[in-house]
């Protein structure tokens, strides 16, 4: 039983057109609804969350549709951070969670997310389950007319979440004295990140928080630094902080406007916790786009670096067989599992400022652990079958691994979320890794075409 829809990061499109259509987010929470309502004597419940896209109101009614229909009381918490839905759907005791949201995308995308009754994104084998079920839901499937499930908002849902990251900070510290600028993307984070940070004493410059349904991630947010970087520099911030849609990815820059990735941000907590007595597992799992760099600094300072499949699902169930505690992509996505059960970019956030304010020294100091290789990306867009599959493309690609063994890495793949191919490669030449990446897209961009003739 294979998965079609169901990709790295639960279900995503263009919203109003195959596959991100009402109709097929109704089948999704019937489905879904089905796969946990045969797992209970008793009513289940689901919990539905959304970042602020204008297609969030016709996906959320969808769903409601659909788990209603079945007998699924459902509750409503409106524009949350998804990390936030993680953590209602297990307080709640509820079964079943459903994050609608596609993350760093533009406002034309969405996409479905779902959790399960401890917190945690489902499974490949159970999202196939829920998959083949869509097409199998039939008359007697749905609940009688005294059974149908009943919808309701929770109006706390914003407090409950701001106390939950606030307790993550270590007590007895403070933001105070602290200028920071905040880009919530337009998203799901842009009440709840200003109220934490000021709650704890930040003077907080906020960007991205006037969201009208179209402008989230419009050059703002985890993905677009740029805004962020300039605004630190414009108000003389002590760092900026940037989240993205649905603020699970986190991306930094320090009081010069100097942007501080992923991998920096895990470096820099795998070091302090390890200091601190409280990292698990020896080391931090990151994926294969994280740079060479970090692994050599974490093997300097006696910690390994396991590397897993691109997508923070993929993270984590590494993090939970080998027991690690931190993990995260250079991406921006952290998941620090002491707190949360997938990303968290403000509860990252938070570990990071903890570690500024007891260092009491600049941003561009504490943030900077290690020096990255010179590291390339390039994304090829391609139609019909991948251009991975002809075997010039392959010899092109073990030629190139041949060129840089020893002195570098080279990494082919296809993305899990869009029909793109990314070639990256990294070493100790920067000259040749450029050389490298274009000659590689540049093969990969014709084999491309002539596919899709």
Not at 229 to 248: F, M, Q, Y
């Amino acid at each position: 039983m294979g998965r079609s829809l169901f990709g790295t990061d639960g279900i995503r499109g263009r919203a109003n057109s195959r596959p991100m259509t009402a109709g097929l987010a109704m089948r999704v929470a019937s489905a879904a609804g089905l796969f946990f309502l045969g797992n209970h004597d008793r009513r289940p419940m689901a919990v539905i969350g959304k970042d602020t896209r204008l297609s969030g109101y016709m996906l959320e009614n969808a769903m409601v549709a659909g788990f209603t229909s079945i007998g699924i009381d459902v509750v409503l918490v409106g524009p949350m951070p998804t990390p936030a839905v993680a953590i209602l759907t297990r307080s709640l005791r509820a079964d079943l969670g459903v994050m609608i949201s596609a993350s760093h995308n533009p406002f034309y995308d969405n996409g479905i997310k779902l959790f399960g009754p401890d917190g945690f994104k489902l499974s490949d084998a159970v999202e196939a389950e829920i998959e083949a079920r869509m097409d199998t839901i039939v008359e007697a499937d749905l609940a009688g007319s005294r059974d149908l499930g009943r919808a309701r908002r929770l109006d706390d849902v914003r407090g409950r979440y701001v106390e939950v990251a606030k307790g993550t900070f270590p007590r007895g510290l403070r933001l105070d004295g602290l200028k920071i600028v905040l880009d919530c993307a337009n998203g799901a984070a842009y009440r709840v990140a200003p109220e934490v940070l000021f709650e704890l004493g930040a003077e907080v410059i906020p960007i991205g928080v006037s969201p009208d349904g179209f402008n989230i991630n419009d050059r703002c947010g985890a993905t677009a630094p740029g805004t962020m970087s300039a605004k630190v520099v414009e108000t003389g911030a002590d760092l900026g902080i940037a989240l993205d849609g649905d603020a699970d990815r986190l991306i930094l820059a320090d009081e010069k406007g100097r942007v501080v990735d992923g991998d920096q941000v895990m470096g820099l907590i795998a070091g302090s916790w390890a200091k601190d007595g409280r990292l698990h597992g020896g080391g931090i799992v990151a994926t294969v786009m994280s740079n060479l760099g970090l692994e050599r600094h974490l093997q300097s300072e006696g910690l390994s670096l396991i590397r897993a499949g691109v997508g923070d699902r993929y993270v984590l169930e590494q993090m939970r067989s080998g027991g690690f505690n931190v993990g995260g992509e250079q991406s921006g996505h952290m998941i620090l599992s002491d707190y949360c059960t997938t990303g968290d970019g403000l509860i990252a956030a938070l570990q990071v400022l903890a570690v500024l304010v007891q260092a009491d020294a600049p941003m561009s100091e504490v943030a900077h652990v290690f020096e990255p290789l010179p590291q390339v990306l390039k994304n090829v867009r391609y139609s019909g079958p991948s251009p991975l599959d002809f075997d010039h493309v392959k010899a092109a690609i073990s030629q190139a691994e041949a060129e840089l063994f020893g002195s570098g890495r080279l990494l082919i793949r296809k993305s899990g979320t869009e029909p793109l191919i990314r070639v990256m490669a990294e070493g100790e030449d920067p000259a040749r890794v450029n050389e490298i990446v274009d000659r590689l897209a540049g093969v990969v961009e014709a084999a491309g075409a002539e596919a899709a003739e």
